[in-house]
């Protein structure tokens, strides 16, 4: 199993919950499409092509302050377990990980973490530089990948054009190569049914909206990504400030949203978010969807002050533990897919005994 | 169900438009609902720019045609148009000087610019002071967000990352 105790915090320091506006919002992620001038982009790149990269990268990254001490981590040299928990834990895309049996990682495929920040190699661009961050934080975000990105910068040769920015195999990152998500619980605006004139909403300002893991990726347990669709032609400040503008009217209909369910049927909602939470507490076998949603329940009902006593990090920590990679990696071996409810069932009954406060 | 656009293929996705205030929902075909711009999971699937490619190829302007298929394959990947429009993807920078007049149509119709505003790279070794502003701006940003959240370990580092920069 893939040693984690290299990469500080675990590359989960999000998870705690510390950042602003943590009880609505996970986390914030910035990220940045770059290339190195000279080489095929990894789509048509060859073998040694990924090799070159990759060592370039490394040698870029153990002389700058961002990234001193970082973890390298080869894709093309973990199990699938392992790949898929890194995927669990947002650090590295689905396309990196490669879960699909039969279609391995390439080789070079790497990911470079220190705390919030890191950068994958060879994904879809040569480098991905990302930073993940608690609560909604875009302009600490920035504050680090920009940082990270002038530091490569003065030793990678990136691949940029006088008039189209940073060059980027998919021309929709084009430009600033910048895309900023926030990921925002909002149960209050899907109760209310409110939620698709908000996200139709978004869409006409410019902005997208996916599932729980980025692209392609379902909406499960109301969790919504919020990010900027278009990278050319605004700088980053702008880009980022619009995403925070809209991200805080969001807000400001979510609790209007919770606002209308307390006044209008306090009684269907406390029984509802206590349900969910009996459920998790007692629940033998459940399954990720359901998991999901009844940790979504439960989180209204802090939200609310309803239920008293489970932090949000422990809810944070459900989140990411409860995926079958994480119950494996917990397990020490590679759980079958009929193994994995009742392992869920059992590590969040006894996460909830330690961690949650019993019923007043 | 059968499409309610065509009638003849089963529908697949169902669309809500909200008209005047009233949402109205109608169940669609693959192929019909790509023709309204809609991305279905199997259009995403195939390419990761979906519906939009489509969508762009049939709403070209008349007279440019040819300017939105160039033929020819990129010096520096080998990689054709046509590579391009499957994948979705570019193979190499050069692309994008080979193929400039058809990848400036698609940039404009979707980010609505050609021109970037952003940072700019300055290559290593060039003898100017850009990418250093940038670096020192983000190190002071960092500093100034650390001492707010009173994380004064992490704020005597980025001093330190300064101080070696000046």
């Not at chain 1, 990234?67 to 973990?78: C, I, K, P, Q």
């Not at chain 1, 879809?124 to 934080?137: N, P, Y």
């Not at chain 1, 990010?227 to 609790?255: A, M």
């Not at chain 1, 269907?268 to 033998?284: P, Q």
Request: aromatic content about 6%; glycine content about 10%; hydrophobic content about 40%.
């Amino acid at each position: 199993m893939i040693d984690l105790s290299l990469v500080s915090d675990g590359g989960i320091g999000w998870l705690d919950g510390s950042g602003p506006q943590s009880h609505l919002v996970l986390s914030t992620r910035v990220r940045l499409a770059r290339n190195l001038a000279g080489h095929p982009f990894p789509i048509r790149s060859t073998e040694s092509d990924r090799e070159a990269i990759l060592s370039e990268v490394e040698d870029a990254a153990a002389a700058i302050g961002s990234l001193r001490g970082s973890a390298s981590l080869r894709l093309d040299r973990l199990g699938r377990t392992d790949r898929q928990l890194l995927h669990e834990r947002h650090l590295v895309s689905k396309e990196l990980a490669a879960p699909d049996a039969d279609f391995p990682p390439k080789t070079g495929s790497a990911v470079l973490l220190q705390g919030h920040l890191g950068t994958m190699v060879n994904e879809e661009d040569h480098l991905r530089l990302q930073g993940l961050f608690s609560g909604l934080a875009l302009e600490a975000a920035w504050a680090g990948v920009g940082t990270l990105d002038a530091e490569l910068g003065q030793r990678l040769a990136f691949a940029f054009h006088p008039e189209f920015g940073y060059l980027t195999s998919c021309p929709t990152n084009v430009g600033t190569g910048l895309r900023a998500s926030v990921l925002i619980h909002l149960p209050g605006l899907v109760l209310t049914k409110e939620i698709n004139k908000v996200l139709q909403s978004l869409v006409q300002v410019g902005l997208t909206f996916r599932g729980l893991y980025g692209e392609g990726s379902e909406v499960v347990g109301n969790f919504f990504q919020l990010s900027n669709q278009t990278t050319l032609g605004k700088s980053e400040n702008e880009l980022l400030d619009h995403l925070g503008k809209i991200v805080r009217q969001v807000i400001g209909y979510e609790e209007q949203a919770r606002e209308v369910l307390l006044r209008d049927a306090p009684g269907v909602i406390e029984d509802k978010v206590w349900r969910a939470y009996g459920l998790l507490r007692y629940a033998r076998a459940v399954s990720f969807e359901e998991a999901m949603n009844l940790l979504s329940g439960v989180r209204l009902g802090v939200g609310l002050g309803l239920i008293p006593d489970v932090a949000v990090y422990t809810l944070n920590k459900l989140l990411v533990f409860t995926q079958p990679a994480h119950l494996s990696a917990m397990a020490g071996v590679d759980l079958a897919e009929d193994e994995l409810p009742t392992r869920r069932a059992d590590y969040v009954r006894r996460t909830l005994d330690e961690e949650a406060g019993r019923r007043p | 169900m059968k499409c309610e656009a065509c009638g003849e293929r089963d529908s697949v996705v169902s669309l809500t438009q909200v008209v005047e205030g009233e949402a109205r929902t109608v169940g669609l075909c693959e192929r019909c609902a790509a023709e309204k711009g809609i991305q279905t999971a199997a259009s995403v699937e195939q390419t990761p720019l979906g519906g939009f490619l489509s969508a762009l190829w049939k709403t070209a302007e008349p007279g440019s045609p040819a300017e939105l298929s160039p033929a020819g394959k990129c010096p520096g990947c080998g990689a054709s148009f046509a590579d391009f429009r499957d994948s979705g993807r570019l193979g190499c920078a050069e692309c994008y000087r080979v193929f400039e007049p058809a990848l400036r149509v698609l940039l404009r119709r979707y980010h609505g610019s050609t021109h970037h505003h952003g940072r700019r790279h300055v290559s290593p070794g060039t003898p100017t002071e850009g990418s250093t502003d940038d670096l020192t701006a983000g190190l002071r940003q960092q500093l100034r967000l650390a001492i707010e959240a009173e994380n004064f370990e992490l704020a005597a580092q980025l001093r330190d990352r300064l101080k070696e920069l000046a």
